[in-house]
């Protein structure tokens, strides 16, 4: 019914920089939010950012001034730039996008590698 689709992941230098983007396609009413989420090996998967319907943003701490999420809602799609890039957010980013039916419910994509490396 929905797919959701990640792509923009690399190896990239520390302090570099990174473009990821999202698209939820398939059986859609409404989008409530859409959001990042990464996980690095042996951890709990952790908010990055997301966004709603009305644009308001939610970052975690650790990316503020960094990272900037937008999206374009007429393409059900959703962006996240990222800069200055550190070795220790290395990890899988996954998307997610929560839709109004019958309630909210989510929908994840598969993930996509991101390493901060020299």
């Known amino acids: 019914q929905v797919q959701v689709v990640e792509s923009g992941g690399g190896l990239v230098q520390p302090g570099g920089s990174l473009r990821l983007s999202c698209v939820a396609s398939g059986s859609i009413f409404s989008i409530s939010a859409m959001g990042w989420y990464r996980q690095a090996p042996g951890k709990q998967r952790e908010l990055v950012a997301t966004i709603n319907s009305g644009g308001s943003t939610n970052y975690a701490d650790s990316v503020k001034g960094r990272f900037t999420i937008s999206r374009d809602n007429a393409k059900n799609t959703v962006y996240l730039q990222m800069n200055s890039l550190k070795p220790e957010e290395t990890a899988v980013y996954y998307c997610?996008?929560?839709?109004?039916?019958?309630?909210?419910?989510?929908?994840w994509g598969q993930g996509t590698q991101v390493t901060v490396s020299s």
């Open positions: 997610n996008v929560m839709i109004v039916r019958e309630g909210l419910r989510p929908y």
